[in-house]
């Protein structure tokens, strides 16, 4: 192994029961009654889908960037001032770059968001780099993010290790080529099953790979 590409909410950030709820506040402040289906319609959408989703299925009088807006205000203070990491994951990451084993970020989430929560949890100078689809790459449907995170680690896909928490994610992880490691997050617990049998190893807490028999799997890594 060469490096990792981590997925940051749900993976290292505690912050997907954030956005679940999100979507409900979002439209019960537009006097909307969230139907039940909302939450698992999008889920696995970019925020620039979901805003236009939103904006499409509901009578909110509102355009896509008007909903991105609204919804961004309402996650930033989530952001800047709430979430934390899962637990482990500060020593995990410490623990990489004291070995100079490189990782980046891969992420579907606002680029100012990420950065307030990274610079807040004092984390944010461990990273090789932050991608995100403000990046003019698409979600995580496709593969482009992790092979632009590849390419900045100077590595081949099978040798860069990708750690996601999200099913559809790791599918295309995976069908791209990569090392694929699945992270067990409570919002993901129907599909982790199906995140095992499709990932190459799994996880279900930092400790378990805060090892040496982990970390001697990379290039250099001591």
């Not at 505690?14 to 009654?33: A, K, N, Q, T, V």
């Not at 969230?34 to 909110?60: G, Q």
């Not at 610079?119 to 593969?143: Q, S, W």
């Amino acid at each position: 192994m060469r490096g990792i590409i981590f997925d940051l909410d749900g993976t290292l950030l505690d912050s997907m029961p954030m956005w679940h709820e999100l979507d409900l506040r979002f439209l019960r402040l537009h006097g909307i009654e969230p139907p039940p289906d909302v939450t698992e319609a999008v889920k696995n959408m970019t925020v620039e889908d979901a805003a236009s989703y939103y904006a499409e299925r509901f009578p909110l009088a509102m355009s896509p960037a008007a909903v991105m807006a609204e919804c961004e205000a309402l996650a930033a203070e989530e952001y800047r001032s709430r979430l934390q990491l899962k637990p482990g994951a500060a020593d995990f990451l410490h623990a990489l770059a004291e070995r100079d084993i490189p990782f980046g970020l891969a992420s579907v989430t606002y680029r100012r968001l990420l950065e307030a929560a990274l610079e807040r949890l004092n984390i944010r100078h461990l990273f090789r780099f932050l991608l995100t689809t403000e990046d003019g790459l698409p979600g995580k449907h496709r593969p482009d993010l992790y092979l632009r995170g590849a390419e900045l680690l100077q590595a081949e896909p099978a040798s860069c290790m990708v750690i996601e928490d999200a099913l559809y994610a790791a599918k295309t992880a995976k069908q791209a080529g990569f090392y694929a490691v699945g992270f067990r997050d409570s919002a993901a617990a129907a599909e982790w099953n199906e995140i095992c049998a499709v990932c190459d190893r799994t996880a279900e807490h930092w400790a378990e790979l805060n090892s040496p028999a982990f970390f001697s799997e990379f290039q250099d890594g001591s």
